[in-house]
């Protein structure tokens, strides 16, 4: 890839907490103006690449360069070409949301009618306008969040990294965070975000990286990702709950993957290789005089995507670094 057109370039980055490898040899090409997905559970090492990315942390192993700039030897200049917002507000509460605006515009320069310029314009392209002289410690989770967004952007960054920046937000917020996120980036914005949602990677990634322990497993387009894992996958529920072992040891035996079981209810998914794996699969079920209220092969989610690389769900956890 042409180094003039890449905005986030990783090689071997890493980062230790102790006995523990937070971060083990990340690496990454992201190509300037895209949406970038790093997707992975609470401890798979996200924040921690994020914070080095940033120059929060110092990695341990590695190099990066930011919009052109390298992250160890030109720290001051990467920091001028990003900004990052975390996975909570970095706001003062007792302030109203145009003053938080126009402090940070004065801090980054900003003067005078410039300044209030600049604060009134991002309330506006962000629907604050009519809650700017109300105290953010009196905002919803959602608009909380779009202000702590509109904070990061005052100087329009060639980077913006969003930590996980829907983490709490109703259905209506996150819906509102994602057109944000992509007028952003067809602004020209390179957008570099984590997450654990799976359909958020999906709605808004032209690329995704799949990371657990540390390390990127797998990376792709979504449709990529989701081919990789087989020709489809069998989705299962059943009318008697209590033979789910049953049937998922059946289900596994018929179709060579592990099988994963959903959040609620009796449902069980399994990748399935063929069409005649899935067919196999079913009339194992029948045979055995387990009866599906449900039957069904699709494409795999995301969800199921993540399943089948780490052999666990996306919201599990991990000992270490917290994100």
């Known amino acids: 890839m042409d180094p ?12 230790n907490f102790g006995d523990v490898r ?19 559970p609470n401890g798979a090492g996200k924040t921690t ?5 940033a120059t929060l942390a110092k990695p341990d192993a590695g190099t990066a360069t930011i919009m052109g700039h390298d992250l160890a030897a030109a720290p001051h200049q990467v920091r001028a070409a990003v900004s990052m917002t975390g996975q909570f507000a970095s706001l003062d ?46 905002y919803s989770g959602g608009m909380r969040r779009r202000l702590d967004i509109a904070a990061s952007l005052v100087v329009t960054p060639g980077v913006l990294f969003l930590d996980e920046p829907t983490t ?11 057109t944000m996120v992509r007028s952003l980036a067809k602004s020209g914005v390179t957008v570099l975000l984590t997450t654990q949602y799976m359909d958020e990677a999906d709605q808004l990634a032209e690329r995704i990286a799949v990371i657990d322990h540390g390390r990127k497993i797998a990376e792709g387009t979504s449709t990529e990702l989701k081919r990789a894992t087989g020709s489809g996958f069998v989705h299962v529920t059943l009318a008697d709950a209590s033979r789910l072992d049953e049937a998922e040891r059946l289900l596994q035996e018929r179709c ?10 009796a449902r069980l998914s399994v990748a ?12 194992a079920l029948l045979a055995a005089g387990i009866e599906p209220v449900d039957f069904s092969l699709g494409s795999p989610s995301l969800d199921e995507v993540f399943f089948a690389l780490t052999g666990r769900a996306g919201d599990s956890t991990a000992t270490g670094d917290p994100s």
């Open 4 to 15: 003039s057109t890449v905005a986030v370039r990783v090689r071997g980055l890493a980062k």
């Open 22 to 40: 937070a971060v083990d040899g990340i690496d990454l090409d992201v190509p300037r103006g895209m949406i970038f997905a790093i997707l992975g």
């Open 49 to 53: 690449l994020m914070r080095m990315l």
């Open 93 to 138: 509460e007792d302030l109203t949301a145009r003053e938080n605006l126009l402090m940070l515009a004065r801090l980054w320069g900003f003067r005078g009618r410039a300044a209030k310029e600049r604060a009134d314009d991002l309330l506006a392209a962000f629907e604050l306008s009519d809650a700017a002289t109300r105290q953010v410690k009196d």
């Open 168 to 178: 709490g937000l109703d259905p209506k917020a996150r819906q509102g965070v994602w």
């Open 256 to 265: 060579g993957a592990k099988v994963q079981r959903g959040v609620e209810g």
């Open 272 to 283: 399935a290789r063929t069409a005649q794996d899935a067919n196999a699969s079913l009339a």
